[in-house]
C-alpha cells in the first residue's frame, strides 16, 4: 500500500511564495505519475500540475508560468514551487501518485495567500 504525506503549507501575502513537498512511502516502478491538485471551499478538486517518471510536466492555465513541478524518483517525492501567488490560490493542496490504474492520496496541506 502507498502512503503519502504533504508539508509545506501556509499563510503567504498576494506575489509571495511557498514550496511544497509529498514523499511516498511503498513500492513505486519505472512507470508512474505523480501530481498535485487543488480544492477550494465550495468548488471541485482541479489537477494543477502533473509529472511522468520521465520528467514530462503539464499545468493547468491558471497557473502557468507561476507554478514549477518536480520529482525526486530516487526518494518517492515531488514537489510543487509556487511563486507570484495570488489570492484565488487559496486552497487545501493534495498530493496524488498513480500507477497501474490505481490513485493514492496524501491528507491534504492548507495554502492560504491573504493580505
Known amino acids: 500500500q502507498v502512503q503519502l504525506v504533504e508539508s509545506g503549507g501556509g499563510l503567504v501575502q498576494p506575489g509571495g511564495s511557498l514550496r511544497l513537498s509529498c514523499a511516498a512511502s511503498?513500492?513505486?516502478?519505472?512507470?508512474?505519475?505523480m501530481g498535485w491538485y487543488r480544492q477550494a471551499p465550495g468548488k471541485q478538486r482541479e489537477l494543477v500540475a502533473r509529472?511522468?517518471?520521465?520528467?514530462?510536466?503539464n499545468y493547468a492555465d491558471s497557473v502557468k508560468g507561476r507554478f514549477t513541478i518536480s520529482r525526486n524518483n530516487a526518494k518517492n517525492s515531488v514537489y510543487l514551487q509556487m511563486n507570484s501567488l495570488e489570492v484565488e490560490d487559496t486552497a487545501v493542496y493534495y498530493c496524488?501518485?498513480?500507477?497501474?490504474?490505481?490513485?493514492?492520496w496524501g491528507q491534504g496541506t492548507q495554502v492560504t495567500v491573504s493580505s
Open positions: 496524488n501518485v498513480r500507477q497501474f490504474g490505481n490513485d493514492y
Open positions: 511503498g513500492t513505486f516502478f519505472s512507470h508512474y505519475f
Open positions: 509529472i511522468t517518471s520521465g520528467g514530462s510536466t
